[in-house]
């Protein structure tokens, strides 16, 4: 495996744990603080989220130099983030297959 291969290959599972950590806090730590009132879940999996979100970001600025994609490629990976599906988009669309 090669050191493009292998950045490639981190930045696909960052990406896949930053959505799901999303998916996770939206539809079921977000519910269960404001409904059943139970916060902890949005303090934790927030936490996680959070962090994983930054690595996203500075994982695509990374594919961006790495793989030469367009800066209009870069604001569309960036833009992903804030989506809740949208780093799953990214892999497929954006990234050489494995």
Known sequence: ???DDRSIQIFRWV???EAISFLVLLFIAMPLKYIWEMPEYVRV???AHGLLFILYLIGG???YE???WSVKT???VFLS???PFGPFVV???YLPKS
């Open 66 to 68: 790495k793989l030469n």
């Open 61 to 63: 600025y990374w594919m």
């Open 15 to 17: 990406s896949t744990l």
């Open 45 to 47: 999996v927030g936490m």
């Open 81 to 83: 983030s804030i989506l």
């Open 91 to 93: 892999e497929r669309k």
């Open 1 to 3: 495996m090669t050191t």
């Open 74 to 76: 870069l604001f569309i």
